[in-house]
């Protein structure tokens, strides 16, 4: 589902840019890639997040992807035209990522799955193409955020089969992805990483 114009205002200011270095920080802290990793980033927008990534994580190749053109015309001009060399920008949708079985070592989304009506089909493409022991950084909102009584009548989001913490942990370990770390505030939303194959051993999570 592509971004009305205020949900548009709300990912691409300067308060945003500042909330994800600190939650791409906290990514690599928490795990961070061995040098010359392959990324894909999912919903990234005017191409801030993914900036910010290739920075923290220094990838060999950062794919980045949004259903809405507009927006990817924007993440080319955001870049410094240095670091195209290393990131580039498609318009894809996240039911159908045009990547190969198990081609990336790690996959971002920050805020993605609760655009997407159908976020379990999503969550299996997330799945599919991560390596075996691959990390799925992840940034989420539950709908007691986005569809309260005054959000919901300015954000536009899917209304069907929502998810919270419980519901969106369910649906990764079914796509074989399982918790590493969380940072988790059970009526708002969730900032952690999965992992592909491996058990949710050790995890860690605070509310």
Not at 60 to 71: N, P, S, W
Request: aromatic share 12%; glycine share 8%; net charge positive.
């Amino acid at each position: 589902m592509k971004l009305n114009w205020a949900e548009r205002w709300v990912v691409n200011n300067f308060a945003r840019v500042f909330e994800q270095r600190i939650q791409i920080r906290w990514f690599n802290k928490m795990l961070p890639l061995a040098p010359g990793a392959k990324i894909l980033e999912i919903g990234c927008g005017r191409g801030a997040g993914a900036a910010i990534i290739a920075k923290q994580f220094k990838p060999a190749a950062l794919q980045a992807m949004d259903l809405d053109f507009g927006m990817i015309l924007k993440a080319q001009k955001y870049l410094l035209p240095v670091k195209h060399n290393r990131v580039s920008f498609f318009t894809a949708d996240a039911l159908h990522l045009p990547c190969r079985d198990e081609c990336v070592d790690a996959v971002f989304g920050f805020g993605v799955l609760h655009h997407i009506p159908d976020w379990r089909s999503a969550v299996g493409e997330i799945a599919r193409v991560l390596k075996p022991g691959g990390a799925y950084y992840v940034e989420e909102l539950y709908p007691s955020l986005y569809q309260n009584f005054i959000t919901k009548h300015i954000l536009l989001h899917p209304e069907e089969d929502r998810f919270f913490g419980p519901e969106l942990k369910r649906a990764l370990n079914q796509a074989g992805l399982f918790l590493k770390q969380a940072v988790e505030i059970k009526l708002a939303g969730i900032l952690a990483v999965f992992i592909k194959g491996i058990s949710e051993t050790g995890a860690s999570t605070n509310s």
